[in-house]
């Protein structure tokens, strides 16, 4: 664990941590790109871009749209703002806390007692941990005319060696 590569995000948390002891740290891992896709992009963003030039109708600009649009989705648009959300993120366990720091957005929970959660492991080690009891908003949503509830989970995403966190917040819940 080296501190100096999380100086910023250290000194953005002091008031969380302080007096407490860091047992781990760590940043999302980002998602690689499949430049395949980048290629397909490139060809439906032509197709577009020459319909509509050459037909220049109404229908040719939404159909235009419509391909570049999935061209922005096939070039991997979602790993972009994934990524961009990642890249602002930090995760840290002291001996006391869960500590989770989004964008400019700090927040954590207790981890001296026990949590229910939800573990998913990808094929390179890397994985994301829900705590399925501490949800930290509720949003109320109106679908088909009726009030229904959906809760956000404090979460930590993408998280490199999830089996490894995942003990170690065993360890502290049994302490």
């Known amino acids: 664990m080296n501190e ?7 000194e953005f948390c002091r008031e969380y941590y302080e007096g407490e002891k860091i047992l781990w ?15 397909i992009a490139a060809i439906l963003c032509i197709i ?55 964008d400019d957005k700090v927040d954590f929970i207790y981890s001296t007692h026990p949590h229910e959660m939800e573990v998913a492991v990808q094929k390179n080690g890397c994985g994301t941990i829900k705590f399925m009891d501490k949800p930290v908003a509720r949003v109320m949503n109106y679908y088909w005319g009726r009030e229904t509830e959906m809760k956000n989970f404090f979460y930590l995403e993408n998280v490199p060696n999830v089996r490894r966190v995942e003990q170690l917040i065993h360890s502290l819940e049994e302490k």
């Open 25 to 39: 740290m760590g940043k999302p891992v980002l998602t690689e790109y499949d430049h395949r896709d980048g290629l």
């Open 48 to 102: 577009s871009l020459v319909m509509m030039l050459f037909f220049r109708t109404t229908s040719a600009y939404i159909t235009g749209g419509l391909f570049i649009g999935f061209a922005f989705l096939f070039c991997g648009g979602t790993d972009v703002t994934v990524n961009a959300r990642r890249k602002k993120s930090f995760y840290m366990i002291t001996n006391r806390k869960i500590i989770r720091k989004i």
């Open 4 to 10: 100096l590569n999380f100086k910023d995000e250290l």
